[in-house]
């Protein structure tokens, strides 16, 4: 009979011989990497006014919220990000959750029981999926952006209460959903459309507004809009957007929501400030696009939607070399191994950032090209070896 060491020790065994054992690097604060492995895509995280704003709402406040939100943890910081995420977003309510990852979990498990059917896109994120398998609804798996197949699912849903899920901006092949195509479907269907924006948020649409602003779907009935504030914000926290009536329904029902402490009141100061420094300077998403283009040019592959550029590498193992041949020289990227991507293929994932000044930009577009003419064979841009959906993982 095996112990659990010895059941752990095997599992270790079987993710190193695969190339897929991960460790955690501690960071230190004077790190000097050209770093294009984060998410603080608008150089936001450490922007002057949004550190003041987060150190003072520290010392005015506490280091934590200390309690959850309806408790005593809603402060007047909490209320305020609410009502200005939801006009800048063209939302009518707003709700701030402690991570993204709650936010998406709250609204889908606080939407879907039993008797809902929800339709999810194989692509969207692991939180997407663990609310999906939390809700205990029933769970239909669509292939990737495929409208005919979305509306084929809603025909069959027998009256139940529908859900579909997606992302504006995927995480990891930097396409987009067809969201006006989904929209039609839903609402034909009498359908909710969760589409999270964690990608979209600052990135696109006016001044940064996301995509369903950019498509004029932001005050739609039938779509819910979920996000990050830990990625163009360079924040913390996520927040559900929708309707008063919605956000009622989840302060009342999403257990994420009720049972956890809120956010902090520092990382609540800093998303806000954040979102007032990007209101302010509407141009600041348009720089994205330039640097990714180039970006994508200068490495030979195609263009991400977003912020994120994920680069195809033959095997686990070599995604982590090419990773490791970067950092070596003063470039830190991230990399996307089994089972994190939907389609099986590593990639390493490099993230376009708008704080770096011009030099070390250019650095790192040097270091990058060399490393991936040196690592990468090569593969194609559709599955390999077999379909990985998210759902798989």
């Keep these: 009979m095996s112990t659990w060491a010895d059941w752990l020790a095997a599992q270790r065994t079987a993710r190193e011989a695969a190339g897929l054992q991960r460790v955690l690097r501690p960071r230190a604060a004077d790190d000097d990497l050209i770093d294009l492995a984060n998410n603080d895509y608008l150089g936001l995280g450490g922007h002057p006014a949004v550190r003041r704003s987060a150190a003072d709402a520290a010392l ?3 280091a934590g919220a200390g309690a959850s939100r309806l408790v005593t943890g809603t402060t007047t910081l909490h209320a305020e990000l609410e009502r200005e995420l939801a006009g800048f977003t063209g939302r009518e309510a707003a709700l701030v959750f402690s991570t993204g990852y ?7 498990t606080a939407l879907a029981d039993r008797d809902t059917l929800i339709v999810s896109d194989a692509h969207v994120h692991a939180s997407l999926i663990d609310a ?3 809700s205990r609804a029933a769970i239909r798996v669509v292939a990737h952006n495929d409208v005919a197949a979305v509306r084929a699912e809603l025909a069959a849903a027998g009256g139940r209460r529908a859900l579909v899920l997606t992302e504006s901006v995927f995480s990891v092949l930097g396409d987009t959903a067809p969201l006006v195509e989904l929209t039609e479907v839903c609402a034909a ?5 969760v589409v999270d924006e964690a990608h979209g948020l600052g990135v696109l649409g006016d001044g940064g507004r996301g995509v369903l602003h950019r498509l004029g779907l932001h ?8 996000a990050t504030l830990s990625k ?4 913390m926290g996520g927040a559900v957007l929708g309707s008063a009536a919605l956000v009622d329904h989840l302060v009342n029902r999403a257990r994420p929501f009720i049972f956890d402490t809120a956010l902090a009141p520092a990382a609540a100061a800093g998303a806000l400030a954040a979102l007032r420094v990007l209101r ?5 998403p348009a720089r994205i696009h330039e640097r990714g283009a180039e970006l994508a040019g200068r490495l030979g592959v195609p263009r991400s939607a977003g912020a994120v550029l994920s680069v195809p590498m033959p095997s686990p193992r070599r995604a982590v070399a090419a990773q490791a041949e970067a950092l070596a020289a003063g470039v830190r990227v991230g990399c996307f191994r089994p089972p994190s991507v939907p389609d099986g293929i ?7 950032h708008v704080g770096l000044d011009e030099a070390r930009w250019a650095r790192a577009i040097e270091v990058l090209a060399r490393v991936i003419a040196d690592r990468a064979e090569p593969a194609p841009w559709g599955a390999r070896g077999g379909q990985i959906t998210g759902y798989q993982q």
């Design 232 to 235: 163009s914000l360079g924040a």
């Design 132 to 134: 999906a398998r939390l």
């Design 189 to 193: 269907r009498d359908a909710l459309l």
């Design 280 to 284: 302010g300077a509407p141009d600041l």
């Design 219 to 226: 005050d739609h009935p039938h779509v819910v809009m979920t």
């Design 60 to 62: 005015r406040w506490g």
């Design 346 to 352: 590593s990639r390493l994932r490099i993230t376009t």
């Design 102 to 108: 709650h936010a998406n979990l709250s609204a889908v």
